[in-house]
């Protein structure tokens, strides 16, 4: 069937009505709802962009794009201000701080929420939790002095850093999103008991993956480093970890006394560790406190985890086995990308800003 498309006419509520029922009801595009109705397909396309910016106005008499809406510059500020202070605030929350602070505004949650996405530059996204402490003041100077004490020696987080360090993986691991059919919850389902932890270890420099290794319980039994390691310490797995590590590094001659970077976790800053690492030959850092970016092997955790999220576990699979097929699947090429966003936020301390 054609349709006759109007064009240099004034069109009615109830062809905007029309048109927004074909569109939003049946899914209909634009294009598709106005050529059904005879609605010139430019004017659906405007009427479309108008609803987006200020849906309040939609049926305004007045000419579309001369309107203002509803939200200012002023409004705008207020907004990115109550965000700043109150960054998880609901849709909800931002209206009603918005009619709080102007008595004589009206305006509808969907009008506050296409004004933050297009006037105020704001997303909705997974957000990253940091602690109250991560940029303390204390903290932020500490990072600075940290950095102004290693740029001045011959440390290089590019050409001869090694980053240690742990973290957790469980079988129960499962993406953050997930797919559903439209309108329906994205449900998946997960076991009821709670996933034995597994600690992984690695080292890692920005040529690539130097070693990895599963923490599993083992019989108490004293072990010594080459003899050299006390009795009596906690961190047997740890110092284990490194010793492995350490003999990777004795293979490539190039690597001698390249520095080995680790955070300030305790079971990193017992005596016996540094005092290991320069016996072989090799240098000790500790990272400031609370400060993950500076640790390129944060990255690398975070990539591996994702590996081991995308893909069911079969019945053969171990964790142990999906952790190393992960670790080792990473492409060289991104381990020197870790270490240069880590390396860049070094900028960041010398200017004493938050992270």
Known sequence: MSHTVKNDVRYTVQDKVRFFDLKIEKCMSASA???QLGIHIRTAQRWVRQYSLCPDGIFDNCKQVSRKCILSKEHKSVIINFIDANPSASIVEVTEHLLNQFDDLKVSRSTVYNFMKSECNLSLKKA???SVERNSPAKIEERHNWVCKWENTDMNFLTNCVF????AFDINMKRSRAWSRKGTRAIVTRPTTRANTTSIL???????????GVKKPRPAKKRKAEGYISSGTVTGHYISFLKTTLDEMDKHPHMKGHYIVMDNAPIHTHENIKKYIEYRGYKCVYLPTYSPELNPI????????SKVKRHRFLQEDTLSKRITEACNSVKQSHFKGFVSHSYQCWDKCRNRQSM
């Open 298 to 305: 944060e990255q690398f955790w975070a990539v591996a985890k």
């Open 128 to 130: 990253d939790f940091h």
């Open 33 to 35: 709802a106005a050529k």
């Open 164 to 167: 240690l360090d742990e973290s």
């Open 202 to 212: 690695g080292a890692i420099s920005a040529a690539g993956l130097i070693a990895v």
